[in-house]
């Protein structure tokens, strides 16, 4: 086990940043299963990262009521801004949430006297341990699993297909689209309670626009047809950077240049096999 | 001092209608968000120092290179990565995603060669006399900016409206299928928008640049998320909602600062985007679609 020790020496930060990231991305996939675009994942990271370190810090509380009001926090918030937030569709919700999320941040920003202000907040005990993240990480995709196919889940997919359909069908949309909000909400929150207790240090500029912004992506990437595109999303955008260190420099601009490919070549994502059956289907009747 | 405060608010729209024009361009006709507009305007205004430092250009050869500059850089981005996406009829999210992956080449290729660091307009390329009115003070570089985001929107909105070419566009902004059947040259038009909305997007990086005489790799990016605020305040794709929208956003910030305090500049102008996409969903200017089923 001794390769073990010195690989989890090195690497433990990237693997646990690994998990929460894939948690991330899944809580942008709840949202997105049920059709809404909707981007404040960075806010309610912010808010369940800021309210768990607050409480360890401050109060000393134990970890997990810290990770329980990381949740809460975020869910309650969205279960606010949800009701009028969620008449919105499309683009316009994606504005809408993405402002929402600037002004968390800047809040964050400005509330010196609670947060450290933009020096954020230095210190924070690192309780979150290995088994924390995997445990949360297959706790959730357990639940997502199971959702995917119980009533809840196919409603929430006839309302990202048609919502006007899935009205008249009977399904309560205003309803089941605020419990996915919650629920994704939640979960960013849980993600960023675990990232802040990892990390030792956490400021506002960390859940801004780009964050934000990087969360859709990995989604996207890796696709949101099942549960295992997000994961594999978060993947490959949290390794890449660190693969491409011997590019120095311009490690970012070939990072962008896969992006693009990928969005290119892999329209419905990378867990999206239809393509590479197709071509190995070409490949042996070439043959 | 209100009648300041009002002149600065009028200059900072206008900064950002310069901004908003190309964006909203863009989404009118393309109909994609193009995440990657903030870094063709920071390249814009790179170009434009490079012309400046290296060959030596006055202002208006500087201005006239970042305009041709990136509207060959937005040419290439449409050919490369917007126009396969077409072809295939990928549903919007995917153009945006691609166009974050081309900023994040942009913004980083720019840092890898010149630098994070600041870089500056030589000093003496514009004139920094400022007109007095009435104890009112605009510098140089202010007034080119209010005269052009003016001169700019009228010049785009009476194109859109009297010439054969607007007629075009609208028709694609429309429907881009009809528009094909009814024998535009839809791609050719879209290539055409694609080279002007960089361009105005280059010009605008340079004009900011010389505004706030700082050049970094990452200026877009504030500009981009203002940008998107403008462009919803005024109505996706609609030309004069992207001046209005932006003139609204910079008397709000002003004032905001004037009478708040300056910490919670970006609070009121984001606040006020949430607020008003509450009470109004298509934007102050937008009108709004029923869906029929």
Redesign the interface.
Same mark, same amino acid.
Request: hydrophobic share 60%; glycine share 12%.
């Given at each position: 086990m001794e390769w073990f020790d010195n690989f989890w020496s090195v690497y433990s930060n990237l693997v646990l940043t690994l998990g929460t990231n894939a948690l991330l991305a899944l809580s942008i996939y709840l949202t997105l299963s049920c059709g809404m675009l909707v981007i404040a994942n960075a806010a309610f990271m912010g808010l369940g990262a800021y309210s768990a370190a607050l409480l360890t810090m401050n109060y000393d509380a134990p970890f997990p009521l810290a990770l329980a009001a990381g949740m809460t926090v975020p869910a309650v918030m969205a279960f606010v801004i949800g009701k009028p937030t969620l008449r919105l569709s499309g683009v316009y919700l994606a504005m809408a949430t993405l402002a929402f999320g600037e002004v968390v941040r800047i809040a964050l920003l400005n509330a010196e006297s609670i947060t450290g202000g933009a020096l954020g907040l230095n210190g924070i005990p690192q309780s979150t341990q290995g088994w924390h993240v995997a445990l949360a990480l297959a706790l959730t995709l357990a639940l997502l699993w199971r959702l995917r196919r119980s009533k809840v889940g196919r409603a929430f997919e006839a309302i990202k297909e048609d919502e006007t359909a899935a009205g008249l069908m009977g399904i309560d949309v205003g309803a089941h689209k605020m419990l996915a909000f919650v629920l994704g909400a939640a979960l960013a929150g849980l993600a960023g309670a675990l990232n802040a207790h990892l990390t030792f240090f956490i400021g506002p500029s960390e859940y801004g626009f780009d964050r934000g912004v990087e969360i859709l992506t990995m989604a996207i990437l890796g696709g949101i047809g099942n549960l295992t595109g997000p994961v594999l999303g978060a993947l490959i955008l949290t390794l890449l950077p660190e693969l491409l260190r011997s590019f120095k420099d311009f490690r970012l601009v070939v990072n962008g240049f896969i992006l693009v490919l990928i969005v290119l070549f892999l329209p419905k994502g990378i867990s999206d096999t239809t393509r590479l059956r197709q071509w190995l289907a070409q490949r042996r009747s070439r043959a | 001092m209100l009648e300041q405060q009002l002149v600065n608010a009028l200059s900072l729209g206008c900064v950002y209608a310069l901004f908003a024009l190309g964006f909203t361009l863009i989404f009118g006709v393309l109909g994609v968000?193009n995440?990657s507009h903030g870094a063709v305007f920071m390249v814009g205004a790179y170009a434009a120092e490079q012309a400046v430092t290296r060959l030596g250009f006055p202002l208006w050869g500087a201005l006239l290179s970042a305009f041709l500059f990136c509207g060959a850089l937005g040419l290439l981005i449409d050919f490369l990565?917007l126009r396969?996406?077409r072809a295939?009829n990928?549903p919007? @999210?995917?153009p945006m %995603?691609?166009t974050? $992956?081309?900023?994040? %080449?942009?913004?980083? $290729?720019v840092?890898?060669i010149f630098g994070a660091e600041n870089l500056r307009f030589a000093p003496g390329l514009v004139s920094d006399e400022s007109l007095s009115l009435g104890g009112l003070h605009l510098t140089a570089i202010e007034l080119g900016i209010i005269l052009l985001s003016f001169a700019l929107m009228a010049v785009l909105l009476l194109a859109l409206k009297k010439t054969q070419l607007g007629r075009a566009l609208r028709a694609i902004a429309e429907s881009p299928k009809a528009a094909y059947l009814l024998g535009i040259n839809v791609e050719g038009l879209f290539y055409l928008t694609s080279f002007a909305a960089a361009g105005l997007g280059g010009l605008a990086g340079v004009l900011i640049g010389l505004y706030s005489n700082a050049l970094f790799p990452l200026m877009g990016?504030p500009m981009l998320?203002k940008g %998107?605020?403008v462009i %919803?305040l005024g109505g996706?794709g609609d030309i004069r909602g992207a001046l209005l929208g932006a003139l609204f956003l910079g008397f709000a910030e002003v004032l905001s600062v004037a009478y708040i305090g300056s910490?919670?500049r970006?609070?009121v102008a984001?606040?006020l985007?949430?607020l008003i @996409?509450?009470v109004r969903?298509?934007?102050l200017f937008g009108t709004l679609q029923e869906?029929k089923?």
């Open positions: - | 968000i995440l990565v396969p996406l295939r990928a919007h @999210l995917i %995603i691609a974050i $992956g081309v900023a994040i %080449i942009l913004n980083n $290729g840092q890898g990016q998320h %998107i605020a %919803i996706m910490s919670m970006d609070a984001f606040g985007l949430f @996409l509450l969903p298509k934007g869906r089923v």
